[in-house]
């Protein structure tokens, strides 16, 4: 069985910062591109960043110089550490997961306040 759980949203002042974690299980983690994306109300899912098997990373402009992706291939875990945090950063952060199938995680709440 699949699973990737997300950890570390909240609430934060603009521009502080978070750390998210995605820990995932059945599957091989290493041959998997991890991404995080994310959703605010009314508006479309869309990437934020991910990190391919090799680790090569990819930003959306919106995020650049603020966020950066990792991965922990030992622990099957991916992070996001999100730094000078923006009010229009708020969303439901979600992992992804793909290689031969696409999998996604349950979600986590990120509120930042002005």
């Known amino acids: ?33 991890m991404g ?8 479309q899912r869309e990437m934020v960043a991910d990190v391919t098997s090799g680790g ?13 992706i990792s991965r922990d291939n030992a ?8 730094n000078s945090l923006k009010p ?3 969303a439901v952060y979600y992992c992804k997961a793909q290689w031969a199938k696409i999998y996604w995680g349950q979600g986590t709440q990120v509120t930042v306040s002005s």
């Not at 699949?2 to 290493?30: D, H, K, M, P």
């Not at 995080?36 to 508006?43: D, E, F, L, V």
């Open 75 to 82: 622990k099957n875990t991916v992070y996001l550490q999100m």
């Open 88 to 90: 229009e950063d708020t």
């Open 1 to 33: 069985q699949v699973q990737l759980v997300e950890s570390g949203g909240g609430l934060v002042q603009a521009g502080g910062s978070l750390r998210l974690s995605c820990a995932a299980s059945g599957i091989t983690f290493s041959k998997h591109v």
């Open 56 to 68: 090569t990373t990819a930003y959306a402009d919106s995020v650049k110089g603020r966020f950066t």
């Open 36 to 43: 995080w994306y994310r959703q605010a109300p009314g508006k």
